[in-house]
């Protein structure tokens, strides 16, 4: 890609936005997030002594990776600006305690760009994942400001690979350091002739769901209601991840109790959830000693789904039939739980290995998930072992926060 098409492409996606824009919508909601951005940056940021760290994220997903890195660095006695470009990040996020200022990030453009790095004045940038932006990158480069790539992870798919690629691979080059998820990652760069500045450091949401689980909540109604069964929690799940665990009929007759916390919570969906599983659901909200003998119990409210994991003997995590693929396996998994997920999970380096590992199920249908849970859950010590197996697996992963921060402080001359 050229640089003329990248900057076609702003201007067209800047106009897809306001025109997709109506009020409480998330495009309107990126567009007046963005209002009046650089005099609000400007009169919000104070002077300081501490070393100035930028961390943007795209999204909230991309957050959850940059989250260990943040806390760390913030007891290093340094200052964190944090910028989202998706609404669902920075809605969520923007009193984020462990960050001193969060913003929106600009439209990537070379003016705003000089701008941004003007006023902001980092000494080191990070950002997480995925995010790519020619100008930015470019005017932290001709600022000497150190930038680092973090918990990346590269496809043969992706546009740094591709002959129409050379805007990508410069832009990865922008970078000082990156540091990768996995080995596949590095051999892909070193066919682009990217071999150095680069650090194996794994996937920081390791290190993010074991402080998790560390601090897990506790739902003594829901212990009470799980006592004595076998547990699937599903979680993140939408329509048809739905329609697959309701194929998985949680009949009275049966020892299995599912407990399902969707991924849109509002009250139709709840009702329809309902619907799903009539005589035998009840929905957190009312849930009571009468309704020991229920077998589904619907979650309907937010921020309960990562603690409610530890009742779980199983795990079903949502999102494998859709495009974007499966929601965050890792939660369930640092409980030791084997965890089943649809068919579509290919961009997930976790993923990937915990299901060559045998550690993580992959189902396309009811019928095949049902058969894997009985030859899990009717060998009592098979399925110790595979949760030790899966626990030595999850802390054997920990440790890339440590990698980056250090990384981080050496550069910074901490």
């Given at each position: 890609?050229?640089?003329?098409?990248?900057?076609?492409?702003?201007?067209?996606?800047?106009?897809?936005?306001?025109?997709?824009?109506?009020?409480?919508?998330?495009?309107?909601?990126?567009?007046?997030?963005?209002?009046?951005?650089?005099?609000?940056?400007?009169?919000?940021?104070?002077?300081?002594?501490?070393?100035?760290?930028?961390?943007?994220?795209?999204?909230?997903?991309?957050?959850?990776?940059?989250?260990?890195?943040?806390?760390?660095?913030?007891?290093?006695?340094?200052?964190?600006?944090?910028?989202?470009?998706?609404?669902?990040?920075?809605?969520?996020?923007?009193?984020?305690?462990?960050?001193?200022?969060?913003?929106?990030?600009?439209?990537?453009?070379?003016?705003?760009?000089?701008?941004?790095?003007?006023?902001?004045?980092?000494?080191?940038?990070?950002?997480?994942?995925?995010?790519?932006?020619?100008?930015?990158?470019?005017?932290?480069?001709?600022?000497q400001v150190p930038t680092f790539l973090a918990a990346a992870t590269f496809?043969?798919?992706?546009?740094?690979?591709?002959?129409?690629?050379?805007?990508?691979?410069?832009?990865?080059?922008?970078?000082?350091?990156?540091?990768?998820?996995?080995?596949?990652?590095?051999?892909?760069?070193?066919?682009?002739?990217?071999?150095?500045?680069?650090?194996?450091?794994?996937?920081?949401?390791?290190?993010?769901?074991?402080?998790?689980?560390?601090?897990?909540?506790?739902?003594?109604?829901?212990?009470?209601?799980?006592?004595?069964?076998?547990?699937?929690?599903?979680?993140?799940?939408?329509?048809?991840?739905?329609?697959?665990?309701?194929?998985?009929?949680?009949?009275?007759?049966?020892?299995?109790?599912?407990?399902?916390?969707?991924?849109?919570?509002?009250?139709?969906?709840?009702?329809?959830?309902?619907?799903?599983?009539?005589?035998?659901?009840?929905?957190?909200?009312?849930?009571?000693?009468?309704?020991?003998?229920?077998?589904?119990?619907?979650?309907?409210?937010?921020?309960?789904?990562?603690?409610?994991?530890?009742?779980?003997?199983?795990?079903?995590?949502?999102?494998?039939?859709?495009?974007?693929?499966?929601?965050?396996?890792?939660?369930?998994?640092?409980?030791?739980?084997?965890?089943?997920?649809?068919?579509?999970?290919?961009?997930?380096?976790?993923?990937?290995?915990?299901?060559?590992?045998?550690?993580?199920?992959?189902?396309?249908?009811?019928?095949?998930?049902?058969?894997?849970?009985?030859?899990?859950?009717?060998?009592?010590?098979?399925?110790?072992?595979?949760?030790?197996?899966?626990?030595?697996?999850?802390?054997?992963?920990?440790?890339?926060?440590?990698?980056?921060?250090?990384?981080?402080?050496?550069?910074?001359?901490?």
């Open positions: 890609m050229s640089l003329l098409l990248y900057q076609l492409f702003l201007k067209l996606y800047h106009l897809g936005i306001r025109l997709t824009a109506r009020k409480g919508n998330k495009a309107q909601l990126w567009l007046e997030g963005r209002k009046d951005l650089f005099t609000t940056i400007a009169q919000t940021l104070q002077p300081t002594t501490l070393k100035r760290i930028w961390v943007h994220c795209a999204s909230l997903g991309e957050f959850e990776q940059g989250r260990p890195i943040i806390g760390r660095l913030k007891q290093e006695n340094v200052e964190i600006v944090l910028t989202f470009f998706s609404p669902s990040g920075y809605e969520h996020q923007k009193n984020y305690d462990q960050a001193d200022y969060v913003f929106y990030l600009p439209l990537d453009h070379p003016e705003a760009a000089r701008k941004w790095v003007s006023i902001v004045k980092p000494d080191l940038a990070i950002f997480i994942k995925y995010e790519f932006w020619y100008f930015y990158l470019k005017a932290l480069h001709d600022a496809r043969p798919s992706q546009p740094f690979f591709q002959s129409y690629g050379s805007l990508f691979r410069t832009m990865l080059r922008f970078y000082d350091h990156l540091f990768l998820q996995d080995p596949a990652s590095q051999t892909l760069l070193a066919s682009i002739d990217i071999t150095q500045n680069l650090t194996i450091a794994g996937d920081t949401r390791y290190d993010r769901v074991a402080t998790i689980a560390g601090q897990a909540s506790e739902f003594p109604t829901i212990a009470t209601w799980v006592a004595g069964h076998q547990v699937l929690i599903a979680g993140s799940t939408w329509q048809e991840d739905e329609q697959l665990l309701q194929q998985l009929a949680f009949e009275k007759a049966t020892n299995n109790k599912l407990i399902l916390a969707p991924h849109e919570i509002d009250e139709p969906h709840i009702q329809h959830l309902l619907q799903l599983f009539p005589n035998t659901a009840v929905r957190y909200s009312q849930l009571s000693d009468e309704d020991i003998h229920k077998r589904v119990l619907i979650i309907d409210n937010i921020g309960m789904l990562s603690s409610l994991y530890r009742y779980g003997t199983i795990a079903f995590v949502g999102g494998g039939f859709a495009k974007g693929g499966i929601h965050n396996i890792l939660e369930p998994a640092v409980y030791g739980l084997p965890v089943f997920f649809g068919p579509i999970y290919q961009k997930f380096v976790e993923a990937n290995e915990m299901v060559a590992l045998q550690l993580a199920f992959s189902v396309s249908n009811a019928a095949t998930m049902r058969q894997k849970m009985d030859e899990l859950l009717s060998n009592e010590a098979a399925y110790d072992h595979l949760k030790h197996t899966i626990l030595a697996f999850m802390k054997e992963k920990q440790g890339a926060t440590t990698i980056i921060v250090n990384k981080a402080l050496q550069t910074l001359g901490k």
